[in-house]
């Protein structure tokens, strides 16, 4: 089963969600940013911090959450009983494999913290919570952002604050530490970014192709970013968190956590510091930047057909770009032209893909086995999907 298209929502001629995928784009171009261009120098951002850092992660993480909507139905949630198993037996097959080739891509030891292995959690996160309607999983994200951040600070007194190495197959030996690094202390961990999650399901119920749900997240994302941003200026200025924290910890740059020696870090929004208002943030930039591609590819349909020929296939750009960036770090920081060259790459692959008609090729093994497992334990699930968005 799958998402209900309107008239009004332009897509590709695979059945893909153009201004979906132009969102995509921009997640993974941002991402490549991050992990190559310089995030601070001279003890002011760059560009790339102001605009990359911790939100073109988030927007990838929310758009995974809308992905894992429109696998489960979009919006016709799965039926109860054996749909409902299959549906979740199909997305647990996803995280598995998502998860272990993120494990795996982790050996080649790339300068980068690769996020795939916390998105297979998330996936079993995801499996009970199918069947809930866009308003409980909106509560859901909100609770989440509110409430994990609190929880993350009590359950890691204690710990280090810093993720440590990432965690590759090896780590399957030691399950229980695994987990903890995945939930917990690693750099992308799934306590916190349950929010994105939970806030990309919301999103993937709605009717996509209204332009006033377009307009709504569009808006709506850039009110509660702002609002967070300012929250949290108003709490760490004179007299506030800043004072206990101190100015210079505060714009420190975090992976994945924070301290936990003050209930004070819960006011900061630092990028990466998964805290109720870093989290808010990035979740509202993240719902901006999916209304303005919905727009956008409503509005200006060939604007959008090559970023969205990029991001048509993210799992497969995702894991080249590892794999090149492990082989060829570049020649030191800020190194434009390897940005530059990893974005024309993806590029140029993404349009080759189009151009075919073809799927990339971990997204149809990642589907592939998914599909086979729901229709195993549901007979009545369709052979192929008439329309494919993930």
């Known amino acids: 089963m799958t998402a209900v298209l309107t008239a009004d929502l332009p897509t590709s001629r695979t059945g893909r969600i153009l201004g ?14 991050t992990h190559i261009l ?28 809308l992905g894992v909507a429109f696998s489960s139905g979009g919006t016709r949630r799965p039926a109860c009983g054996r749909a409902h198993l299959a549906a ?3 997305l647990l097959t996803r995280g598995a494999l998502v998860g272990l080739l993120g494990l795996w891509l982790a050996g080649f030891d790339p300068p980068a913290a690769v996020i795939l292995a916390y998105y297979g959690l998330l996936f079993v996160v995801a499996t009970p919570l199918l069947r809930l309607p866009a308003s409980a999983l909106a509560v859901g994200a909100v609770l989440a952002c509110v409430l994990a951040p609190m929880a993350s600070l009590v359950l890691r007194f204690g710990l280090p604050a810093r993720p ?27 306590l916190p970014w349950t929010t994105y999650l939970l806030a990309g399901m919301a999103v993937g119920r709605l009717d996509l192709g209204r332009w006033r749900v377009a307009v709504g997240l569009l808006l709506g ?37 924070t301290p936990t020696d003050t209930w004070w870090w819960l006011a900061v929004d630092t990028p990466h510091s998964g805290m109720p208002l870093d989290l808010a943030h990035t ?81 149809s093994v990642v589907s592939g086995a998914a599909r086979w497992v729901r229709r195993l334990l549901d007979p009545a699930t369709p052979a192929r999907a008439p329309t494919r968005y993930t």
């Open 20 to 33: 979906v995928d132009a969102a995509r784009a921009l997640a993974l171009v941002g991402m490549f940013a």
């Open 38 to 65: 310089p995030l601070r120098a001279g003890g002011a951002e760059t560009p790339t911090g102001l605009i990359a850092d911790g939100r073109a992660s988030a927007l990838f993480a929310v758009l995974a959450g």
């Open 88 to 90: 979740a037996a199909a």
């Open 164 to 190: 440590g190495k990432q965690p590759g197959l090896g780590a399957l030996a030691d399950p229980g530490a695994l987990l903890r690094t995945l939930a917990l202390t690693g750099y992308y961990p799934v």
């Open 221 to 257: 994302g850039v009110a509660l970013a702002g609002l967070s941003a300012v929250t949290s200026l108003l709490l760490l200025g004179p007299g506030g968190g800043a004072a206990t924290i101190g100015r210079a910890a505060v714009q420190q740059r975090r992976y994945g956590t």
């Open 283 to 363: 979740t509202g930039t993240a719902l901006a930047v999916l209304g303005a591609m919905l727009l956008l590819a409503r509005w200006a349909r060939p604007v959008v057909l090559v970023p969205a020929a990029l991001g048509a296939a993210p799992l497969t750009r995702y894991t080249l770009h590892v794999i090149a960036l492990a082989a060829y770090p570049g020649s030191g920081p800020g190194d434009a032209a390897l940005w530059l060259g990893h974005v024309l790459a993806a590029t140029a692959i993404g349009v080759t893909l189009w151009l075919a008609g073809r799927r990339g090729p971990l997204e």
